[in-house]
């Protein structure tokens, strides 16, 4: 399978926040069974259009920047460095500190919520937090550190449940997941992943990350050139659809998840 070239813009800005408390237990979750349906995205225009009570619009930002917007008009970034789009002040933002391009030590005052994937006082950090019609929990994982060694819980899985949906944002992730990480996280509809292929995980490995995640929508990130995105959606095309869109926002509800997993390339890369 042979993917065009898709340039990558790498935006290096300075990279924080506070953390909360999170959910002891998946069971207050509604990271639950799958809608099995015909994929019907609606590609979102440049200005924004209403989003139903079912519906939540995915952005492509960069590197790994998604934004997040709900119809209650919540709106997140992820592994926020300091954008989330010209003009666009998030309601919540998450973060990640493997490096300077996932988080911000200087966030702009007038976002609500920070939270950070990692506790600098040590330990997971730990989020449980309602804002609206949105609902954020995060399941740490270890990290890599600069001296090769293991940073425990230096790394959040981000889950944030809108709509009745279930949206995971793997962050930087280095290892695969153990047993009690996949059930603290759930059944994700849609899965945020790095594609790099060598900072985070190897190609194998982050798509044995994926089959076991079983997420029917897959948004690639973190790709720092086509040669890594291509390896990556050249193995994932063996098993999974494999779309690239001329849009850099969708909007997903249950009702139009793909029948079985499809890998969505939003441009912006």
Sequence with gaps: MRWPAIAIVLVQVLVAGTYAGRAEAVTASRCVGLVDKSPLF????????????????????????????????????????????????????????????????????????VLKGWNPEGGPARH??????????????????????REVDGNSIFIFEIAGLCIGHLGHLHHKLAPEHLGQIGQLDVVMVPVDGSFTMDVSSMIEVLQALK????????????????AFLTRLGETFDVELSEARSIVVSQANLPAKTKVLVMPGF
């Design 215 to 230: 997420a029917r929508l897959v948004l690639p990130m973190h790709a720092f050139g086509a040669l890594s995105l291509n």
């Design 128 to 149: 449980d937090l309602r804002v609206g019609d949105v609902y954020v929990r995060n399941v740490s994982t270890d990290i890599r550190n600069w001296d090769g060694g």
């Design 42 to 113: 609606r590609h979102a225009a440049y200005r924004p259009i209403a989003l139903s009570e079912n519906e939540v619009r995915i952005t492509y930002v960069t590197h790994s920047t998604f934004r997040i917007e709900s119809q209650g008009g919540i709106t997140i970034a992820t592994d926020y460095a300091g954008f989330a789009g010209r003009g666009v002040v998030p309601t919540i933002i998450t973060m990640n500190h493997a490096h300077e391009t996932h988080y911000t030590d200087f966030p702009d005052p007038k976002i609500s919520h």
